[in-house]
Each structure stands twice: as structure tokens, then as C-alpha cells.
């Protein structure tokens, strides 16, 4: 690996900017971490490793990149551990380091840390500082229920949270005083610094690529096409080629499973292919849309879901991950299949210039097989607006209410007229080998009075759509008393008779 700060950018070359300057880096290992390269090759050590997996939060760093319009910068946390150093490619890496300011000052985050007494061990401490910096650029009055979110993905295991979240809380005070001094760090968000900020557009601006990037290290590869017939020729020729999405499931193959992954061709970089866009009858989502984008969209259309989005993974997961990746790797326990099926969602999928719809509950065949094709890929994600009179919610049981797996993961949708249930969806997520609809318990409720005798009745009919197993998150007696006590849960929240959503205890 070589890097230098000269600009000669080739298709095997990346570049990023690290405290200002433009690091390019030719040789590069293709599943190189962002954690390896800061800690093995930088020696900036400040960046921990905890879990190697995304759970722990020790390893978030912050990237800043162009968004869309590309006047401006999206900021945002991720976990270096599972981030292949070649998708930093044309964008902005801070760590921790990068927040000494010019006379050693702390950063606000950093100053509050302090002050409220955040830090005990250490080791989680630049974590928390990276998440605290993400949220201070990009909210600039969060609630106590924001700062708890934005939290999420980092864990301390001995101050406890209460002196991290007062510091969130105030590191607001000391960073207003230091605005004037121009530094875009410091200027939280809609403050300031507008010369620096201009500066780093111009910057990443200037790192666009008039070639894509193609690695190609000792028979190694690593393909980043930029539109999607350039993509769908390159999956078609490399059929066995791993599509990389936003590598939360794929990072821990490598990390994890110490798996070699030879050829490697990465999404991220089509811009078309992370679009969201919403018709008279659909929300159509580009296969390589983040989580974080697609979920407040998803949110305002279909507001049941809000507790499921709440509860997915944790910010740095949901900034990396996409939707697309969650539905094409098909685990059963992923949460938002439920829900997707629940709506009755297409996927687009793409084969060369063959384009074909196909329903999402036709997608999964078995235990993480699929009906796509050798050299086909998930383009889009079509979700159907929802008609008036009906009804819709997701939820998801785990044993803890941040970043867990769920043990049951539960979507319901219900069309009423006049009292009568004309159209019905029950899906389940945790129960068999596959994200799978309850057909047997729609029937029970299709064409019936929406009243708790129908429930009873399809709550009994569950057991001829499921037999789930037991192991660490469930029993399968459990997971049987909880997907039949979801239905009814729906029932008594859309009735009115039970009104408090689970998803509101201990945080308000
Ligand atoms: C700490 C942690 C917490 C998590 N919590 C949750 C959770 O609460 N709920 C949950 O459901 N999941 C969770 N996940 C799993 C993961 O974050 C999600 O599945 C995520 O949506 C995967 O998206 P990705 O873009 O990162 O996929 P990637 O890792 O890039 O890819 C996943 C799979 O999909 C394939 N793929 C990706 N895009 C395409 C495409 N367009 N066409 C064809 N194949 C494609 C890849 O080849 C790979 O097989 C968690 C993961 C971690 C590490
Ligand atoms: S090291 Fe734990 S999340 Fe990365
Ligand atoms: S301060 Fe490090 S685990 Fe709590």
C-alpha cells in the first residue's frame, strides 16, 4: 500500500481527504479496513477496536461527503470496522484525532465529555465523542430521546450512560462560543464557518473520478462502476462476484468469518442507484439507498413503522447499510421484510439490459436462497402507496430495545370497510427459515368483522403457518405466544383499546 498526497488519481487509485489534505492510495488490499488502515498503517490509534462486528461502537469515525444536490455535506457516522477502506473514495474521513483544534483545544464534544465526567476506561470514549460529533452537525437542539438514538450504536460498560447523555446535552453551550472562530468542526449545524465549509465542497468536488475505480491486486478486484449499465455488464460477466453494498452484513464475513473475498463489486458510488422517489401510487427506492435516507421517507408514508425504524440497528449501521442489502441477504430474522411484505412490495430486478418485477413474497425460496439469478441484481424497491381505510403497523421483540436481533419481528396490514376486513396482510420475520406471510392466518381474517372474536380465531390459526425454533434470542413456545400476541396487539391499537405503544416506555 502506498499513499501520498499528490494528486494521480488512476482507476486502481483512491482518495480521500484526511485533516485536510487529499490521501491517494494505490495497492490497496480491496477488504483493507478503515480500522486496519487508521490503526496499522496511520498508527492513529485513537480509533479503538472492540467487537469487529459494528456492535460495540469503539471504532466510529465520522464521514463527510457530498450529497446529492452537490453544493453541500452530508455528515455521518460509521463503524470503521466493517468499512472497506476502498469505499472512502472521494470523501472525508475525521477520527477522532482530527478534532484537536489548531492550539490544542478540545473540541465541544470532547470539552463536555470531560466536564460532565464521561469517561471512565477510555476505551469507548473516542466512540461516543465520533457519534456526539455527528449529532452536534447535524441537530442543533436535540431531545433527550434524539441523544439516546443517536447513542444507540455505542456501549459503555462503566459509568453508564446518564453523565455521556448530560454531556450531549451540553455540549451545545461551549460550542457556541467557539463558532466565531471559523473552524467548520467546531460550528454546529446551521452555524457558521461557511468559507471552511465551501473550501471542503470545493475539495470533494475535485475528487469526482473521470474513470471508475477498478482495483485489480494480484488477481484480487474491487469494482466501483458509477451507473447501472455499467454495473449490471460487469455483474453479468463476474457473476460470483460479491455485490457490496453498505457492507454491514459483508464487512463481518471478512472480520468475522475471515472469509477472502477475491472479487468484490461495490454500489455505493451510482447515484441512481441510491435514488428515492415517490409517485401518485409508490415509493420506489434505489437497491444501494441508505437506511438512514430511505427510513424517514418509509416514516412519513407509512407512520407504523416508526418503531421498527427507531429500532434497527443503530445510526452508524443504518448510515452504511441499505435497504437493498437487507432484502437481497434474506436473513429471517431481517427486520424490514415484515413489513415490506406486509405492503404487498415489488423488487425490480436486473440482468444485463433485462429488466423483471417480482414480488417480494416470491423472492425468498429457502434459508438465505433467493429467486435472483446468477448475474442479476436488485435495482429498485417498489412499495405501494397505502389506500384510504387501511391500516398498517411492523414491531419487533428483542431483548433489548437498541441494536439487538430480533427474536420475532412482526407486520400487519388490514383494509377495512365498514367494519369488514376486505384486504389482509400478516407477515412475520424469526419464525421459519425464511421472511414469510401467514397465508393461514389471512384467510382466517379475510372477509370478517375486524372484531377480537376474528383474532382469537386467527390467532389459533398461526400454529398452521409456523412452527418455529428455538435457540439464544427464543424458545419456540415463546416465539409462538409472541407472534400470536402481536396480532392481537394490532387489533387493540388500531381499535383504540390499548393505546400506549410499547416502543414509548422508559423514554419519554
Ligand atoms: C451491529 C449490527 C446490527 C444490525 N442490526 C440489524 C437489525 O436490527 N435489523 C436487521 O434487519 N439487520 C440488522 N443488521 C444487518 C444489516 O445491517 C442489514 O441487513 C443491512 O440492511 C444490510 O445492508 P448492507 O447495505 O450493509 O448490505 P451488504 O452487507 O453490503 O450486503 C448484504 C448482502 O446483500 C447482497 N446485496 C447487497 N445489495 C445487493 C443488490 N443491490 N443486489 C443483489 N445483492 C445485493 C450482498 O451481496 C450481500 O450478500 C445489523 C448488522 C450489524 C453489523
Ligand atoms: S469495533 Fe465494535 S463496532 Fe467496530
Ligand atoms: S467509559 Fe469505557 S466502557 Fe464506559
Redesign the pocket.
Known amino acids: 500500500m502506498h499513499s501520498s498526497t499528490a494528486n494521480k488519481a488512476t482507476p486502481e487509485t483512491i482518495s480521500f481527504v484526511l485533516d485536510g489534505e487529499v490521501i491517494e492510495i494505490s495497492d490497496l488490499d480491496p477488504t483493507r479496513t478503515v480500522l486496519q488502515y487508521l490503526r496499522e498503517n496511520l498508527r492513529r490509534t485513537g480509533t479503538k477496536e472492540g467487537c469487529a462486528?459494528?456492535?460495540c461502537g469503539a471504532c466510529t469515525v465520522v464521514i463527510a461527503e457530498l450529497d446529492d444536490s452537490g453544493d453541500s455535506i452530508q455528515v455521518r457516522a460509521i463503524?470503521s470496522c466493517?468499512q472497506f477502506l476502498a469505499t472512502l473514495d472521494g470523501k472525508e474521513l475525521i477520527t477522532i484525532e482530527s478534532l484537536r483544534g489548531k492550539d490544542g483545544v478540545l473540541h465541544p464534544a470532547q470539552q463536555a465529555m470531560v466536564d460532565y465526567h464521561g469517561s471512565q476506561c477510555g476505551f469507548c470514549t473516542p466512540g461516543f465523542v465520533m457519534s456526539l460529533l455527528a449529532l452536534y452537525k447535524n441537530n442543533a437542539a436535540p431531545t433527550r430521546v434524539e441523544v439516546d438514538d443517536a447513542l444507540a450504536?455505542n456501549l459503555c460498560r462503566c459509568t453508564g450512560y446518564r453523565p455521556i447523555v448530560d454531556a450531549a446535552m451540553k455540549m451545545y453551550a461551549d460550542g457556541s462560543q467557539r463558532e466565531a472562530t471559523g473552524d467548520w468542526l467546531l460550528a454546529a449545524k446551521g452555524a457558521g464557518a461557511e468559507e471552511q465549509l465551501q473550501d471542503k465542497v470545493a475539495k470533494l468536488k475535485s475528487l469526482r473520478r473521470k474513470t471508475s475505480l477498478a482495483i485489480n491486486r494480484a488477481g484480487r478486484r474491487f469494482d466501483a462502476p458509477r451507473s447501472i449499465p455499467e454495473l449490471a455488464g460487469l455483474v453479468e460477466g463476474r457473476p460470483d462476484a460479491?455485490?457490496?453494498?453498505?457492507?454491514?452484513?459483508?464487512?463481518?464475513w471478512v472480520t468475522k468469518q475471515h472469509r477472502e473475498l477475491d472479487d468484490v463489486i461495490y454500489?455505493g458510488r451510482i447515484s441512481e442507484?441510491r435514488t428515492i422517489s415517490v409517485s401518485a401510487t409508490h415509493v420506489d427506492i434505489g437497491?444501494?439507498a441508505?437506511?438512514s435516507d430511505v427510513m424517514p421517507v418509509l416514516g412519513k408514508y407509512f407512520p407504523g413503522l416508526e418503531e421498527l425504524f427507531v429500532?434497527?440497528?443503530?445510526p452508524p449501521?443504518?448510515n452504511?447499510?441499505?435497504?437493498?442489502?437487507?432484502v437481497?441477504?434474506g436473513?429471517p430474522?431481517?427486520?424490514?421484510m415484515p413489513a415490506l411484505l406486509a405492503l404487498d412490495t415489488t423488487l425490480v430486478l436486473r440482468k444485463g439490459k433485462r429488466q423483471r418485477e417480482l414480488p417480494l413474497d416470491e423472492f425468498y425460496m429457502d434459508y438465505q436462497e433467493t429467486a435472483?439469478e446468477q448475474g442479476?441484481?436488485?435495482?429498485k424497491i417498489r412499495v405501494p402507496l397505502l389506500e384510504s381505510g387501511t391500516y398498517l403497523q411492523s414491531y419487533?421483540v428483542s431483548k433489548r430495545f437498541d441494536?439487538?436481533?430480533?427474536a420475532v419481528?412482526a407486520a400487519f396490514r388490514v383494509k377495512l370497510d365498514d367494519g369488514l376486513i376486505t384486504e389482509v396482510r400478516v407477515a412475520y420475520g424469526g419464525l421459519a427459515a425464511t421472511p414469510k406471510r401467514a397465508i393461514q392466518c389471512e384467510k382466517a381474517l379475510l372477509d370478517k368483522v375486524f372484531e377480537r372474536t376474528t383474532i382469537d380465531v386467527a390467532m389459533q390459526v398461526l400454529d398452521r403457518d409456523f412452527q418455529p425454533i428455538a435457540d439464544m434470542r427464543a424458545s419456540d413456545q415463546y416465539r409462538m405466544q409472541v407472534c400470536r400476541n402481536l396480532l392481537l396487539r394490532f387489533y387493540l391499537e388500531i381499535t383504540g383499546d390499548q393505546s400506549t405503544r410499547v416502543y414509548e416506555y422508559g423514554r419519554v
Open positions: 462486528e459494528g456492535d463503524n466493517i450504536g460479491t455485490l457490496l453494498a453498505g457492507g454491514t452484513d459483508v464487512g463481518i454500489l442507484l437497491a444501494a441508505t437506511l429500532r434497527f440497528a443503530s449501521i443504518r452504511a447499510g441499505t435497504l437493498g442489502g437487507n437481497a441477504n436473513s430474522i431481517g427486520d424490514s435472483m442479476e441484481f436488485l435495482e419487533k441494536q439487538d436481533i430480533s419481528c
